[in-house]
């Protein structure tokens, strides 16, 4: 079993910044592979970014590449999404996932809300 705990949302201005960070417990951390989701109010979750086991390789949502950042530390067990350029229509509840098989996360966190105000 691994419990994931987000932090770091909050509210910030179009075209700021922000950091989230999921701490991780129980389980091997490095076994999985780690991502972050988001959902906004009507919608459905979508993908933002995941990040390899080892951190190796990163991939993200078009619609915020080039703007946010996925990584993690092993040793520490966290995940982290570093945001900026902030758009409106990032506001959503931004939660990360461990992955236990292809395309399936089988551990979820609580959500951590980000609002973005233009």
């Known amino acids: 079993q691994v419990q994931l705990v987000e932090s770091g949302g909050g509210l910030v201005q179009a075209g700021g910044s922000l950091r989230l960070s999921c701490a991780a417990s129980?389980?091997?951390?490095?076994?999985?592979?780690m991502a972050w989701f988001r959902q906004a109010p009507g919608k459905e979750r979508e993908f933002v970014a995941s990040?390899?086991?080892?951190?190796?390789?990163?991939t993200g949502a078009d619609s915020v590449k080039g703007r946010f950042t996925i990584s993690r530390d092993n040793a520490k067990k966290m995940v982290y999404l570093q945001m900026s350029s902030l758009k409106p229509e990032d506001t959503a509840v931004y939660y990360c996932?461990?992955?236990?098989?292809?395309?399936?996360?089988?551990?979820w966190g609580q959500g951590t809300q980000v609002t973005v105000s233009s």
């Open positions: 129980g389980g091997t951390f490095s076994s999985y592979a």
């Open positions: 996932a461990a992955r236990i098989a292809p395309n399936q996360y089988g551990y």
């Open positions: 990040i390899s086991r080892f951190g190796v390789r990163a």
